[in-house]
């Protein structure tokens, strides 16, 4: 038993040098892969942020958030449907700089299904939330893509990525 708890925890380590002991267990019954954690967790918290555009008169209004990460309670370690959609965001904004960082163009960026999926999600955000979604001046929005890494104030908030002016009404359907 003692045996069995050494390679057990020995091959939940994070370099895959120690997998060797698991390919005595071809099943995975007997050597369970525990790694809870991926070889670079996250650290950052991701956030959505928007702001309102007029086309007449060039202005711009303040920055408001998209999506807020909600505070952790302790039912939250059983229960948290919530965190889907946290997790979604976070899977998408890094899907879609992944492929801005790869040096495509705007208007490829534009094509990309995770593109549109953020612009509708902050046009929905930005219509149930507040009050200038209703006026006609401010007809055009505009996201940012911001990481910080939460309590800390130790780091500086990070903007990823910056938008287009887009329309609000518009629904993005160059998705190939």
């Known amino acids: 038993m003692a045996a069995w708890l050494v390679v057990t925890v020995v091959s939940q380590h994070p370099d895959r040098g120690f997998d ?5 267990d071809p099943t995975g019954l007997l050597i369970p892969n525990w790694r809870f954690f991926a070889p670079e967790p996250a650290v ?6 928007y702001r309102f555009h007029s086309p007449e008169t060039g202005e711009y209004s303040q920055w408001y958030s998209a999506n807020q990460a909600q505070q952790r309670k302790l ?3 059983f229960w948290f449907p919530g965190r889907r959609e946290e997790k979604a965001v976070f899977d998408v904004t890094a899907g879609l700089l992944s492929n801005v960082n790869s040096g ?11 593109f549109s999926l953020l612009s509708n999600y902050v046009r929905r955000a930005a219509d149930r939330d507040h009050p200038l979604a209703e006026s006609p001046e401010f007809s055009q929005v505009q ?3 911001a990481r910080f890494s939460g309590y800390s104030e130790v780091e500086d908030v990070a903007y990823d990525y910056v938008s287009p002016v887009l329309s609000r009404s518009a629904v993005e359907t160059e998705v190939m």
């Open 20 to 24: 060797k002991l698991r390919k005595a």
């Open 44 to 49: 950052d918290d991701t956030h959505l942020l």
């Open 75 to 77: 039912v939250h370690a």
């Open 104 to 114: 495509i163009s705007a208007s490829e960026t534009r094509q990309l299904s995770a």
């Open 143 to 145: 996201w940012l893509i």
